[in-house]
């Protein structure tokens, strides 16, 4: 009999192990999910372009956030370096640029960050600390900062580089102002990386590869100008030509809202053909369920809970396959919704099994965060995307993506031929009707 404590503890244990946070590689809780997914694999598709190409790559890669490329990122970045490459990777959100306001120049700047940290007992860093000490000058009295610019070395040089991310990521007042000094040099802070970068490559091994990955890139939210572009146009198509001049090999992650815009085609042109990563499908296109992609849902449930559960999900942990195949089914096989759904419920139950009663709580939270992201004249749109499994090229529908209202699924029919489709966010289904 488990004391009160102890189940207080178990249900501890299980709430943090649902935190929804991108996995290691190695992480016994990985599930390979591409069967679910249209065959998509990131180690193979990106990786082989990597490896195989003599020219330099540059290449997009999206999905939902949350649906788990930042762990197929770091699964590329393993098994690259396992092949004796090198891999600058970052998070681009968390230290460099603000996803609400973001521009080329930030990107560009990270970019220059964390080659010049990952790569610089490879190459002499002076081209890049003597463009940072003509940019400190002028940008001394904008970041309000005191520094002998003299004595920028390759430690202090890194302290700048980051302090200027940080006021661009975090001062609004002083944004526009430090990229309107900066931007006049991106230029010349090019050519000075990219000595950078041909002096590393000559001291790597023979046909060892650079690799750049920029995450979370597809988290920038959409902003219009007055003119009708969008920021992600700004970025990624108007300035394509600066985010290829890097001399080394790049993975940009891309809102998926602009890979289903009218410039699909210029993306494919100047990036090649973007991967994206789908949701786990759960139902048939009839709304039937598909068994495989729950039996993957369940699979992550049960490599999150303790070990001594895992082979008792029902009834240990849910009371019935019921309630256990409704968290499954409500989080449209989106992860992060799953993980999160867990969260929720475990919140709303105080001793295990998880019930009925528990998960629903769960999904009218979370349908009450859904229903508050569309806007008024978006629930025909919905009607219709829920009717017809697809999307148009319009603005609206492309909102509804990026926000994961909307959500894409892939398998392949019986004549092996890839199919691609599309439904509304099963916990909204209900204010369809």
């Known amino acids: 009999m488990i004391s009160p404590q102890e189940m207080e503890d178990l249900l501890d244990e299980m709430y943090n192990a649902f935190t929804p946070m991108p996995l290691q590689p190695g992480d016994p809780a990985y599930v390979d999910c591409r069967e679910v997914r249209g065959d998509e694999d990131v180690v193979e598709d990106l990786g082989r372009t990597v490896r195989r190409s003599n020219a330099l790559t540059y290449q997009l890669y999206s999905g939902y956030r949350g649906?788990?490329?930042t762990t197929?990122?770091?699964?590329?970045?393993?098994?690259l370096e396992n092949r004796h490459h090198v891999v600058v990777y970052f998070a681009a959100d968390e230290e460099d640029i603000s996803v609400q306001d973001a521009q080329y120049t930030d990107i560009l700047l990270a970019c220059?960050?964390?080659?010049?940290?990952?790569l610089k007992d490879k190459a002499?860093?002076?081209?890049?600390?003597?463009?940072?000490?003509?940019?400190?000058?002028?940008?001394?009295?904008?970041?309000?900062?005191?520094?002998?610019i003299d004595k920028v070395n390759l430690t202090v040089g890194l302290k700048e580089f980051a302090k200027v991310a940080a006021s661009i990521r975090a001062e609004p007042g002083q944004r526009q102002k430090i990229r309107e000094r900066i931007?006049?040099?991106?230029?010349?802070?090019?050519?000075a990386l990219n000595t950078f970068i041909e002096e590393s490559k000559k001291n790597l091994p023979e046909k060892t590869k650079l690799l750049v990955v920029a995450d979370n890139l597809d988290r920038i939210v959409p902003i219009f100008r007055e003119n009708g572009r969008s920021n992600h146009e700004e970025i990624f198509l108007d300035r394509h030509e600066q985010l290829k001049a890097l001399?080394?090999?790049?993975i940009y992650t891309v809102p998926i809202s602009l890979i289903y815009s009218r410039w699909a085609t210029e993306l494919k042109d100047n990036y090649g053909i973007p991967q994206v990563l789908p949701s786990i499908m759960v139902r048939w296109e009839n709304g039937d369920s598909y068994d495989k992609g729950l039996e993957i849902l369940k699979t992550i449930v049960r490599l999150r809970v303790p070990a001594s559960l895992r082979d008792s999900l029902v009834p240990e942990v849910f009371e019935s396959e019921d309630v256990l195949q409704e968290l499954c089914l409500m989080s449209g096989g989106y992860v992060r919704d799953l993980v999160q759904l867990m969260q929720e419920a475990i919140t709303k139950t105080d001793v295990l099994p998880i019930r009925g009663r528990a998960v629903q709580r769960a999904v009218d939270a979370l349908r009450d965060v859904y229903r508050r992201a569309v806007e008024e004249d978006w629930w025909e749109v919905l009607r219709e995307v829920h009717k017809d499994k697809e999307i148009e090229n319009d603005s609206v529908q492309r909102s509804l993506l990026f926000s994961r209202c909307v959500l894409e699924y892939?398998?392949?029919d019986d004549n092996g031929d890839k199919r691609t489709w599309?439904?509304?966010h099963p916990v909204l289904w209900k204010e369809l009707s």
């Open 67 to 69: 649906s788990g490329k």
């Open 72 to 79: 197929e990122l770091l699964r590329l970045k393993e098994d």
């Open 112 to 118: 220059t960050r964390h080659l010049l940290r990952e």
């Open 124 to 148: 002499n860093p002076e081209p890049i600390l003597n463009w940072l000490k003509a940019r400190l000058q002028d940008l001394q009295d904008v970041m309000l900062t005191e520094i002998n």
């Open 183 to 191: 931007e006049p040099h991106t230029e010349t802070l090019i050519q």
């Open 247 to 250: 001399k080394c090999h790049i």
């Open 410 to 412: 892939r398998y392949f």
């Open 422 to 424: 599309y439904d509304v």
